[in-house]
């Protein structure tokens, strides 16, 4: 297996005589995991315990671990004991791994299973995408889909976080996807909904036969992959409007730009059931191919509902943004200016979004004639369909301090307290917010790699989360979280 996936262990329990237990695969003191490193190395052996698992995942100390249960005499059966419970993702080497439970108080009242042999590969990161499932509120549980390259060619895991620290895995599975012919990355649908009320997970890609599909879950994939005709023309290539969406009725709504046979501009919308049955139709749109675009989803989640904000050239080489409510199709300006266009960016859940427009503009000093650059940030806010503008604010760009060339990610704020700012540097990276700077600095030069990304947390929270061939992913906190 590769660093940074899943080790889940089979347990099978028989009890003779009625007793009284805890659930074997989470207490708080009862089981015992004793992993032993068999090469050296700084790992070496460790016992791991329902403590660790209360200290890694924030467990509150007076809310029991487990369940407590009488077992019947005869009565068998068989559990999981997912190793991320109980710790960070091993290293890359050979171990020895067996599990103990105390029954009683005796000093021999404790019963051994057999060790097993795991041995875990370096993974060299080729992909990663995080989205953030809502729960309490928008941002519950860490979703995340990455590609890595290991011993056994390329592999698609999916991973889920917990909420307060992003290296914090509860499951990372395989899912078997062999030979995939995506021409793009693969992202996860947005769930405008509680997360626990659905077990599987929508991701979808481009293909040269249209978008791709499939179905997952925290232990691996649902069913066989698909894909979906696009029905839009090769050239321009059909571009994906980010995010798709997650029905509350399981049911993936996927949308793509792109040119219909006549050459004007349309949009493909396409739905997947739960059930695989696929669903494809055009809808026609004013104006050209635009430069970005983003969907925002209406809480009804009626079809056709949904609002396009896209970026596309103004007069006299302005740049525009535009609103687009397809049910509607009423269309508004919101924003034009002379800049480049560096990004635009979507966060959501329940019908609510900030959506952030980054652009750079240049200048001339008034005092030295010399050319000076900015990055404008502007924003609005979508509620159920209406759109309002807010607050935007600016960021300084400079030669030897931060370039527009340098930018490498933009991560909305939770709350609509604005972007966090990824920054990559010969030297390491800058996160830049409204109101803080800060450098980070990985711990390994093989930690500094091209996939570095930005997590905020549900309270404010910003983390940099980084991939090591040797060790799967681990997190630096950037900013501490909003009090």
């Keep these: 297996m590769l660093a940074g996936e899943g080790i889940v262990l089979d347990l099978a329990v028989e009890v003779r005589t009625e007793l009284e237990m805890e659930t074997v695969e989470l207490n708080r003191g ?15 052996n460790r016992v791991l315990t329902g403590e660790d698992y209360m200290v890694l995942h924030k467990h509150p100390p007076l809310e029991p671990v487990g369940t407590r249960f009488v077992a019947p005499a005869g009565s068998a059966w068989t559990v999981q004991l997912e190793l991320f419970r109980y710790a960070r993702p091993l290293p890359a ?9 105390r029954w009683g108080a005796g000093e021999n009242d404790q019963v051994h299973t057999n060790p097993v042999t795991v041995e875990v590969s370096p993974a060299k990161l ?19 889909l990455w590609l890595a390259d290991g011993a056994g060619g390329a592999r698609w895991l999916y991973q889920i976080a917990k909420a307060h620290d992003p290296s914090a895995i509860e499951t990372a599975a395989d899912l078997d996807m062999g030979r995939v012919a995506a021409l793009g990355p693969a992202r996860l649908a947005q769930l405008n909904d509680i997360a626990a009320m659905h077990w599987e997970r929508f991701a979808s890609w481009r293909e040269a036969a249209g978008m791709g599909w499939v179905k997952v879950h925290p232990y691996g994939r649902s069913g066989p992959i698909g894909v979906v005709p696009i029905g839009l023309a090769e ?25 219909d046979t006549a050459g004007q501009l349309a949009l ?3 739905e997947v059931d739960r059930q695989g049955t696929t669903q494809q139709r055009l809808l026609p749109l004013p104006g050209r191919m635009p430069l970005a675009a983003v969907a925002a989803w209406n809480r009804s989640e009626e079809p056709v509902g949904a609002t396009l904000f896209l970026v596309e050239p103004g007069d006299r080489g302005t740049l ?26 979507i966060d959501q859940w329940m019908g609510f979004a900030w959506v952030h427009l980054v652009t750079r ?9 010399e050319p000076v650059e900015r990055l404008e940030i502007a924003r609005w806010n979508f509620d159920e369909g209406a759109v309002a503008e807010a607050p935007g604010w600016t960021v300084a760009l400079a030669p030897g301090a931060l370039a527009a060339s340098e930018l490498r990610q933009m991560v909305p704020l939770p709350g609509g307290r604005g972007l966090a700012l990824l920054f990559h540097q010969p ?15 990985p711990p390994s030069p093989g930690a500094a790699s091209p996939h570095g990304q930005l997590v905020t947390s549900p309270t404010g929270g910003v983390f940099f989360v980084f991939h090591e061939p040797e060790r799967g992913f681990s997190a630096l906190p950037v900013f501490e979280p909003q009090r």
């Design 235 to 259: 050239q321009p290539p059909p571009r994906a409007v980010e995010p798709a969406l997650q029905s509350r009725a399981d049911v993936l709504h996927a949308l793509r730009l792109g040119a």
């Design 320 to 345: 525009r943004l535009r609103s687009t409510a397809l049910a509607a199709g009423e269309q508004k300006v919101l924003h034009e200016s002379k800049a480049d266009l560096i990004g635009l960016e």
């Design 30 to 44: 009862r089981t015992e995991v004793l992993v032993s490193a068999l090469e050296s190395g700084e790992y070496g």
């Design 361 to 369: 503009v240049q200048e001339k000093d008034p005092v030295s004639g």
């Design 268 to 270: 493909a919308w396409l």
């Design 93 to 101: 080497g050979r171990y020895r791994i067996e599990v103990t439970y």
């Design 126 to 144: 080729l992909d990663v995408h995080h989205r953030w499932l809502g729960g309490a509120d928008a941002r519950d549980r860490l979703s995340s």
């Design 427 to 441: 030297d390491g990276w800058v996160v830049v917010t409204p109101d803080e700077r800060a450098r980070v600095s």
